[in-house]
């Protein structure tokens, strides 16, 4: 769904990237309180794998395809406003190296995207959470309906954006119909994905799962035909000394694998957003890239005459970035917060 530039006219454009950037400037005072020593390195890998999974476009209807928005899985995994950061950095990174959504458009597709998905997701997942039995299974069946709204009403905002500001003349209802129509199929997709991912962390380590602090019952045993609550267990070693090594080597193989192998049986028929637009015209007004000239440009290695080669080093190449700009953002905030809390917390002795 990445809106490309000439979608959407000038003014619109900006007064997006300003809701955009003020979006932004929130989460980042937000994710302070999400970021912890386990978590940090998590969003920075949450990131990379959202990256490469885009990259893995899905059949949805005869000539469409789909992928992966993230909102949803990223607010899940570490927390809607380091979701929101997940999300933009993999926009801005996809928008600069490989062209892939306008830059003039980048507010929009921040807002579209990141913004909307991850709060409706989010939203609707602790409203789910609340009233489900308070299980794993809970938080996995309560990320697939989240996962699946959150698709559909980002094409919903893309529709009321194009209403404001689109730039050809095209009745929204029609717009309306098909956005919303071919979304609610990838949709079923995102939740899918979604779903398997969450579901795959909660059962190697629970913890690490920002939605499903605090939502596992306590243990019960049967005793003569009745329920009873299990002895508290003594922990063997707190839960913030254990090791995230493994997730994060784990997660690091499966981004590069899925974004520099896998890729390259991914579906090649335009995504949703751009079937849409070329069934109804919306892309007559489209503008060239400003990163049309990229080395990395249409995710492939220039002068890599090999497609399986160029598409697969382009794919580890975004994997990289993605991760050393998502978490030098993340340890940034995580340092802050650890600065913050030293400052306002004095020593014996000492006065402040």
Same mark, same amino acid.
């Given at each position: ?6 979608f959407?006219?000038?003014? @619109? ?5 300003? /809701? =955009? #950037? +003020?979006?932004?400037?929130?989460? $980042?005072? %937000? !994710? ?20 490469a @999974?885009q990259?893995?476009?899905?059949? /949805? =209807? #005869? +000539?469409?395809?789909?992928?992966? $928005?993230? %909102? !949803? ?12 950061l997940?999300i933009?950095?993999?926009?801005l ?9 306008g ?7 921040v ?14 997942f ?5 009233v ?7 938080v ?26 689109g ?29 398997l991912?969450?579901?795959a962390?909660?059962a ?41 090594r ?52 249409d995710?492939?290695?220039k ?9 697969g ?40």
């Amino acid at each position: 769904m990445h809106v490309p530039d000439g979608f959407i006219n000038a003014p @619109v454009s900006a007064a997006a990237g300003v /809701v =955009a #950037a +003020g979006a932004v400037a929130v989460s $980042l005072r %937000g !994710a302070r309180r999400e970021l912890d020593e386990r978590t940090a390195p998590l969003a920075g890998l949450v990131a990379a794998f959202i990256f490469a @999974v885009q990259m893995l476009n899905f059949p /949805v =209807a #005869a +000539g469409t395809s789909g992928h992966l $928005l993230g %909102g !949803a899985l990223a607010a899940i995994l570490v927390g809607p406003y380091t979701g929101v950061l997940c999300i933009s950095v993999v926009l801005l990174m996809q928008g600069v190296l490989f062209a892939d959504g306008g830059l003039t458009a980048l507010g929009v597709n921040v807002l579209d995207m990141g913004i909307t998905t991850t709060v409706v997701a989010y939203a609707l997942f602790r409203g789910l959470v609340g009233v489900l039995p308070r299980t794993r299974r809970s938080v996995t069946v309560a990320s697939f309906v989240a996962a699946l709204v959150s698709v559909p009403a980002a094409a919903g905002v893309f529709t009321l954006i194009y209403w404001i500001g689109g730039t050809t003349d095209i009745p929204i209802g029609k717009v309306f119909t098909a956005m919303v129509g071919v979304h609610v199929l990838i949709g079923i997709g995102e939740a899918v994905i979604t779903a398997l991912t969450v579901g795959a962390v909660i059962a190697v380590r629970p913890d690490l799962v920002h939605g499903a602090r605090g939502l596992t019952a306590p243990l019960k045993l049967r005793v003569e035909g009745e329920l009873v609550d299990a002895p508290a267990r003594q922990p063997v070693a707190p839960v913030a000394a254990r090791s995230t090594r493994g997730v994060l080597v784990t997660g690091l193989i499966t981004a590069v694998v899925l974004a520099g192998f896998v890729s390259f049986y991914a579906s090649a028929s335009p995504d949703g957003l751009e079937k849409v637009a070329a069934d109804q015209g919306i892309d007559r007004k489209t503008e060239e890239h400003a990163a049309k000239d990229s080395p990395l440009a249409d995710y492939g290695v220039k002068d890599i005459e090999n497609t399986r080669v160029s598409g697969g080093l382009a794919g580890v190449i975004g994997v990289g970035a993605t991760i050393v700009v998502g978490s030098g953002v993340f340890y940034a905030l995580r340092r802050r917060r650890a600065t913050e809390a030293t400052v306002a917390t004095p020593r014996t002795g000492e006065t402040v």
